[in-house]
């Protein structure tokens, strides 16, 4: 499976960006799935993740209530969609995926099955 981000770019501060992460050479129905990002100079970051079946969500405290994770098994594609932006939410996004795992599950980076080879988004003043 291989997985690929797109969405990303530059929007100013209090804006929005919706991320996509889409699926080929198999299957991402059994997968739970999730969002991390590594800003400059720091370590990759858990934000959001989301249960193999939809059901379930979990967000990382600092984009709680801006950040929504969503997907569609269907078209194989996982999305991010991000209001209310801020500076410090530049970073490079990146989606990963792991069969089996809770949607809380996925805020432990370890172990993941696949991973993307992100998206930037740079939020300006």
């Known amino acids: 499976v291989q997985l690929v981000e797109s969405g990303g770019g530059l929007v100013q501060a209090g804006g929005s960006l919706r991320l996509s992460c889409a699926a080929s050479?198999?299957?991402?129905?059994?997968?739970?799935m999730g969002w991390f990002r590594q800003a400059p100079w720091k370590e990759r970051e858990f934000v959001a993740a989301?249960?193999?079946?939809?059901?379930?969500?979990y967000y990382a405290d600092s984009v709680e209530g801006r950040f929504t994770i969503s997907r569609d098994n269907a078209k194989n594609t996982v999305y991010l969609q991000m209001s209310s932006l801020k500076l410090e939410d530049t970073a490079v996004y990146y989606c990963?995926?792991?069969?089996?795992?809770?949607?809380?599950?996925?805020?432990?980076?370890?172990?993941?099955?696949?991973w993307g080879k992100g998206t930037l988004v740079t939020v300006s003043s």
């Open positions: 989301i249960s193999w079946r939809g059901g379930t969500t």
């Open positions: 050479g198999g299957t991402l129905s059994m997968y739970g």
């Open positions: 990963a995926a792991d069969k089996g795992r809770t949607a809380q599950g996925m805020g432990v980076m370890d172990g993941m099955d696949y």
